[in-house]
């Protein structure tokens, strides 16, 4: 059975590692944590095997970067490329209610919970993650590191840029680009383009400057258009 070694011993490791025993085809032998604290533990049930540099000790390991954040998740592939451990030593966990059609493209490291829906010509870059009950509808985009968290709906011909973050119940109407680095509000409703590293949060999604929350929409019964 192949080796499976989870980068980051986080609540998301914590899902893949469930995920993972789910579909009985591979093995997780351990985590890889730069935390301290974390040395010598257990995760339920499995050990905490070292910091991210002893990555080399396990040759014929694969690898899953679980970190929550997509830029942190970069960092890691980062010093995890500067070992040696580049894309074949990556591999994808896929739960096995995903639908996921002909045609459509997972890149390497990517994470797909319960109930992600691939409809149609969708692509996603290396260590993509996206939470349970995320939907990518036809021709969808997603760069690398980004993350999408549970409920999120994308319209068709979406595409989310590196890193981006859009957070859960989000959804996003069709042919619209989400920056690289962005981030999502939960709950938003997007209905025009988010450029790179900005917030954008609200019914409508509107830019969150300065800590404030954005205006709401105008009402219509008030007489103003």
């Known amino acids: 059975m192949p080796e499976i070694i989870l980068v980051a011993a986080s609540g998301l490791a914590r899902e893949v590692l469930a995920c993972i025993r789910n579909s009985g085809t591979a093995d997780v032998i351990g985590f890889l944590d730069d935390d301290p604290a974390l040395a010598g533990r257990d995760l339920d049930g499995v050990p905490v095997l070292g910091r991210i540099n002893d990555a080399t000790a396990y040759p014929t390991a694969s690898f899953v970067l679980c970190a929550g954040k997509g830029g942190t998740r970069e960092k890691i592939a980062f010093v995890l490329a500067g070992l040696g451990i580049g894309s074949v030593r990556y591999t994808s966990v896929v739960d096995k209610s995903v ?12 994470i797909l919970l319960a109930n992600v829906v691939l409809t149609a010509g969708v692509r996603l870059g290396s260590h993509v993650v996206a939470m349970p009950q995320v939907t990518f509808t036809h021709d969808d985009d997603a760069d690398d590191f980004a993350t999408l968290a549970a409920g999120v709906s994308l319209g068709g011909g979406v595409h989310v840029g590196r890193r981006a973050y859009l957070g859960m119940n989000s959804s996003v109407r069709e042919h619209l680009s989400i920056g690289a680095g962005a981030t999502v509000g939960m709950g938003a409703a997007v209905l ?3 450029p790179d590293d900005e917030t954008w949060a609200g019914v409508p999604a509107r830019p969150l400057r300065g800590g404030q929350t954005p205006a709401p929409a105008p009402n219509s019964t008030n007489g103003r258009h």
């Open 99 to 110: 639908a996921v059609t002909d045609g459509s493209i997972i890149g390497a490291g990517c």
């Open 192 to 194: 025009q383009d988010v």
